[in-house]
């Protein structure tokens, strides 16, 4: 027999001590019930046969025939189980006047407890003329019932020999007889075990049954609730309760038949994402691999496989830095992990199986579990090994055609500074044949000027091709706006230029070089005073160039801005002004200037830009990272 689960057995026990309670009450009150009417029945029944006995006494006693009374009272079986001692007493002394067993007893005081039923007081005297009854315990007999029933005074008794008495008391003596209760005690035991059988009987009953009520209504449906979900717990979806029934078990079937459903849907959803990822992952030509807290790979997808040449048993539980040229990289990129979320785009070298370096854009993001505790590092990497190999040739192609057009422009140049020359040559001869000093000396004019364009040129030709190197300091960009501002106010002033500076102070310091910066912003605004001299202004308006300096919103850029109101330029020049040697100035320009603070700005990591409107405006804007070039903020690989 398999054993009862506890639940059963908890019911079974507190149901039975429910019951067991209720009937022990129910018996009990039951018992005290029936014990209360069968002794009032009982005590009534010695009262009234005590009566019957004094009232026949008091018919003997009223023919004044004591001889009659004593055979009366003999006449009582003294042998009965219930009936005791029976004797006539006086209610004047308390002394027997008959007593059947013929035993000298002491007279009756005022203070027993068979007087003291009527008489509660020594000092009142109370005569009644009831029947009264009195239980007592005796050692030998167990309870007795002590009857007293009166004798009335009657007129014909007065004179009687044997009892002579006045007329005024209303009692003149009592029937006192004895009952044994011990029938009665032995009834009620034997009435309280039959009881106590009755409630034994109905408590095992009550037990069998609901050991049966229980296992059907209560045991087996959790039983198959446990069943169904140990098959829930195996992983087993499919399993569905059978259901049909109408109460709470059913309830409870009906909400694990849906749970388990919406599990199953959950799970065939998941699986299916599972899937479609780990296909992406697994068919992208992208590198992907997972690496653990060791730094150890754990997963290998096929791109890595076809773009390195290892196969994922080769692999995984290897240390990833082997897979490194240098695993400095690795190190680098791992500790800068340490301070941001992710790392993006960080170029690094693989070594492939067949010792062939792969160039890999690496973005690097860190795995965490269920509590957000680290677990490892996944990285996505992108071989660009052929897209930098194209690039080289690109900046190799882009680098001879720059060539040729430097060639091109320079020869175009050195072509109208030596046309110069040659004009000033043939003034300056022509002139000391005539000894026309003028002539000589606006030839001599010309070859200077000719002589200073062609140092200038060479000048910014050097600066141009030269690979700066910025000598990077905490600078205040107010104060060095402050300064090109200075240095160029007199000769805007003698173009007839206002030059202004809108001041900013509560700007933070900017890293750059300062020189380099200076050299730049001079240059733009050299070019912004050109422009205004080159205006024919209305009347009214003033020509005027205004410098400020600002950061951007987060604070990661600091701007210069330039702006003039003069003669503006198109779409085609604004787009061509950072061409070396574009120049707008005909043959007073070398047309690198513009493209130096080009390249000065992007050295910095920043951007110029222009806006204008022809024969309005124009606006230089350069904006330059706060803490520097990219690659010298420190910390980022």
């Known amino acids: 027999m398999k054993p009862r689960s506890k639940v059963v057995w908890k019911l079974s026990a507190v149901v039975a001590a429910v019951l067991a309670v209720a009937i022990a009450l129910a018996a009990y ?40 009374d004593r055979e009366l009272l003999d006449s009582i079986p003294l042998d009965d189980s219930i009936t005791g001692d029976v004797r006539l007493v006086s209610h004047h002394s308390g002394e027997d006047i ?69 007329e005024d008391p209303a009692m003149l003596a009592f029937v006192k007889a004895d009952y044994s209760m011990a029938s009665m005690d032995s009834l009620a035991d034997r009435r309280a075990m039959l009881i106590l059988l009755v409630v034994v009987i109905s408590l095992l009953s009550a037990m069998v049954v609901l050991w049966f009520v229980f296992g059907s209504l209560v045991e087996r449906p959790i039983r198959e609730l446990i069943a169904g979900t140990r098959e829930i717990a195996a992983h087993r979806l499919d399993f569905r309760f059978d259901g049909g029934r109408n109460d709470e078990i059913g309830e409870l079937q009906d909400s694990f038949n849906a749970m388990t459903a919406t599990i199953q849907d959950s799970r065939d959803e ?36 076809l773009s390195l040449g290892y196969s994922r048993e080769e692999v995984i539980g290897e240390p990833i830095v082997s897979l490194f040229v240098d695993p400095r990289e690795r190190h680098a990129a791992a500790a800068y992990l340490e301070t941001t979320a992710d790392v993006k785009n960080y170029e690094t070298r693989l070594r492939a199986k067949d010792g062939q370096i792969k160039t890999i854009l690496l973005t690097l993001s860190r795995l965490h579990d269920a509590a957000g505790k680290p677990i490892g590092t996944i990285g996505i990497s992108k071989d660009i090994t052929q897209e930098k190999r194209l690039q080289s040739e690109l900046v190799q192609s882009q680098k001879f055609a720059a060539i040729g057009q430097a060639v091109t422009g320079i020869q175009h140049a050195i072509k109208n500074m030596l046309n110069a020359l040659k004009g000033g040559s043939y003034l300056i001869r022509v002139g000391m044949g005539k000894d026309d000093q003028t002539m000589v000396q606006e030839g001599r004019s010309m070859v200077e000027e000719g002589i200073e364009r062609i140092s200038s040129l060479s000048h910014n030709m050097l600066n141009f091709a030269r690979d700066w190197k910025p000598d990077l300091q905490e600078v205040d960009i107010a104060d060095l706006v402050q300064s090109v501002c200075e240095l160029n106010r007199h000769t805007a002033a003698d173009g007839g230029v206002e ?9 933070v310091p900017v890293r750059c070089d300062p020189k380099l910066i200076h050299m730049a912003t001079t240059d733009i605004l050299v070019n912004a005073v050109d422009a ?106």
């Open 499 to 507: 030059l202004r500076h809108q001041r900013s102070d509560d700007l």
């Open 29 to 68: 009150a039951q018992h005290l019930i029936y014990s209360h009417y069968w002794m009032s029945s009982t005590r009534s029944h010695l009262r009234s046969n005590t009566q019957a006995i004094a009232d026949r006494l008091g018919e003997v006693l009223s023919k004044r025939s004591c001889q009659a």
């Open 532 to 637: 205004c001299s080159w205006k024919n202004y209305e009347e009214g308006e003033q020509p005027g160039v205004v410098l400020t300096e600002s950061s951007t919103a987060d604070g990661l850029e600091q701007v210069i801005e330039v702006r003039d109101n003069g003669c503006g330029m198109s779409e085609t020049v604004r787009e061509s002004i950072f061409t070396p040697f574009f120049s707008t100035k005909k043959t007073l320009g070398t047309g690198l200037g513009l493209a130096l603070t080009a390249k000065i700005i992007r050295m910095h990591g920043g951007e110029i830009f222009v806006e204008s409107e022809p024969d309005k405006w124009t606006t230089f804007r350069i904006r330059i990272p706060t803490l520097g070039p990219p690659e010298n903020q420190g910390g980022q690989p």
């Open 98 to 166: 008959i007593d059947p067993e013929g035993s000298d007893p002491s007279p009756l005081k005022i203070e027993d407890r068979a007087c003291a039923v009527c008489h509660p007081s020594k000092d009142i005297v109370v005569e009644g003329t009831r029947v009264v009854d009195l239980l007592l315990d005796s050692p030998d007999r167990g309870q007795i019932l002590s009857v007293m029933a009166p004798i009335i005074n009657r007129s014909s008794c007065g004179t009687a020999s044997c009892h002579s008495h006045d």
């Open 270 to 305: 998941l699986r299916d994402a599972k899937e479609y990822l780990e296909g992406m992952v697994e068919h992208t030509a992208d590198i992907i691999i997972t690496v653990n807290s060791e730094g150890l790979i754990e997963t290998f997808n096929r791109g890595a496989e």
